[in-house]
Every structure is written in C-alpha cells, then in structure tokens.
C-alpha cells in the first residue's frame, strides 16, 4: 500500500462514514514479540481535548482486545479498502482467544512509526494511538434510559479508551 505520513492539519476523512458504513481494525499488542489482537469497530469518536488530537475507542469488557490495550497502553486504527468487508466482518464475529484472525484473514501486521501496536500493510489509514485516560460507562448515567435495553442488555458497558494521535499514515485519500 502506496501510504505517506499525514500531518494532522493535512488529515482529511469522513468519520461518519468511516465507522458507520467502513468499519476499522482496532489493535492493539507488540510488534516485535507478534503478540496482540484485532478487532472491527463502528463506534468511535475522532476530536481534540486536553489540546491534544484524540481517538476515542469504545471497548467491551469481555473483547480479547482489550487485556492487550490494559497491558500496552497502545493502539492503532486502521481503515481498509471497500472489498475488505467480509474480512472487517470476520474480525468482528470472532474472538482472538478461538483464532488467530491477522493469520485467518491474511493480513500483514507491520510495525508501527511510534509505539508497539502493530498496523496492517493492507491498511489504507493508520492511525497510531497512546492511551491518555481509560474510564467505563456506567449504567446510572445514562439518561437515556432506552441505549441500555437497546445497546447494553447485559448490562457489559464499553471501556473508553482516550488515545492520543501521535502518527498517522495513510494514501492520498485521507490527505487535504
């Protein structure tokens, strides 16, 4: 894949369409030793706070995923080409603790610019990410009381994961 480093002024992409219609890989773990995992999201923000550029990952308690950002403090998100559904499907139906999904799906975990979660050489946007703050949901702040029944019958609220941007590489695409 044809990807240069982006400056953050220079970043250009629809979130909206990004997670909603695209999906992501969410990953996190080390490079060097391959240990890690991956996983599809369609939830997620992209904004500043604390004058810093952020990623905001919404992870259930129970994802594989998340032991390895818990231990790594770290992660990427990648998004893939148009004709990479099926695989963003398999990586969301599956666990990481049942199969190896980067291996299962063909994907080539390179390393990343700043930190030791991998990215994907298939991957059209990496977005290298350095947790800031992590949190929970809570039940009893919702107040809308229907995305509980709706999102959260079993009441496994996400974490929230602040991740701080500090690289970003993509294709012409994703560039102003």
Known sequence: MDRKRIELDN??????????????????GD??????NTMT??????????????????VRPQRYTR?????????????LSED????????????????????????TMIPSEHISSPGFDEAELIIECRVTYKDEFKGENFLDRKIISQCYPDSDFHHIYFGEVVNISGTDKYIA
């Open 41 to 58: 999201v369609s939830w997620g923000f992209m904004g500043t706070i604390w004058n810093k550029p952020v990623v905001i990952a919404a």
């Open 11 to 28: 970043f250009n992409t629809n979130i909206f369409k990004i997670l909603n219609k695209g999906w992501m890989l969410l990953t996190s």
């Open 31 to 36: 490079t060097g030793t391959g240990a890690g």
């Open 67 to 79: 032991e390895f950002i818990e231990k790594y403090g770290n992660f990427t998100i990648c998004s």
């Open 84 to 107: 990479k559904k099926e695989l963003l499907s398999f990586c969301g139906a599956h666990s990481g603790r049942d199969v190896d999904k980067i291996k299962e799906c063909g994907l």
